[in-house]
């Protein structure tokens, strides 16, 4: 089955620099990858997704960039905020099988 | 667009006790799923509904698990007995197309 592995599990930035959170995933068939970002106390709100047929996407703010090759998923966030503060997971899925998420990153922005 | 609300947001119950969660999916939306995130550890699948239907149990821990969604509208997840290893917060989520889910804000349960 998928596993979804964390390369760190926090990650402290200053206020304006670009923050990189990564992901690592072991199923060479999934296709469609997405990145959630959980402040306290609430759930997981979508941010940005990317289907295997691409290797980049951009959001406001945001890009994801996967690597089929390595198996590896990133998530940038430029001018990272205040408000950026918050959990970040990572999710994976093969087809139509369920979402398998990364145990999450805490990115703490400091002022 | 009102979001996926669940209630409660918090349940503290004894073991052997029985606890019900319920979950409402933005309107329009036929799938439906629940999810579990353990202390630490991470979100993790129970299942997923497509309108009333189970398309997929594969998550779910044992049989004191039971979900339903009577009418494909609202969705309950109830623990019978309840264990201490149930504690943890339980999402639901809601999808229009099975592609973008859509979470509510959970329901953290505490076993003592």
């Known amino acids: 089955g998928e596993s979804v592995g964390l390369h760190l599990p926090t990650l402290s930035v200053q206020e304006g620099d670009n923050s990189i959170i990564n992901c690592a995933y072991s199923?060479?068939?999934?296709?469609?990858f997405i990145w959630y970002k959980q402040e306290s106390g609430k759930g997981p709100q979508f941010i940005i997704d990317?289907?295997?047929?691409?290797d980049k996407r951009q959001g406001q703010r945001v890009t994801v960039l996967l690597n089929k090759t390595v198996k590896h998923l990133s998530l940038q966030i430029a001018a990272t905020q205040p408000g950026d503060s918050a959990v970040y997971f990572c999710?994976?899925?093969?087809?139509?099988?369920?979402?398998?998420f990364g145990k999450g990153t805490r990115l703490s922005v400091i002022a | 667009e009102a979001g996926v609300t669940q209630f409660p947001s918090h349940s503290v119950i004894e073991k052997g006790q029985t606890v019900t969660l319920r979950c409402d999916p933005i309107?329009?939306?036929?799938?439906l799923y629940w999810y579990r995130r353990v202390m630490g550890k991470e979100i993790k699948f129970l299942l997923h509904?497509?309108?009333?239907?189970?398309?997929?149990e594969s998550g779910m821990p044992n049989n004191r698990f039971l979900a339903e969604r009577t009418g494909g509208t609202y969705s309950t997840l109830k623990v019978q007995p309840a264990e201490l290893e149930d504690s943890g917060v339980y999402f639901c989520?809601?999808?229009?197309?099975?592609?973008?889910?859509?979470f509510g804000p959970g329901t953290r349960l505490t076993v003592t």
């Open positions: 989520a809601s999808s229009r197309t099975g592609d973008e889910q859509y």
């Open positions: 199923n060479s068939a999934s296709d469609y």
């Open positions: 990317i289907r295997s047929n691409m």
């Open positions: 999710a994976v899925q093969s087809g139509n099988t369920p979402l398998v």
């Open positions: 309107s329009g939306h036929d799938n």
């Open positions: 509904f497509v309108k009333e239907s189970k398309q997929d």
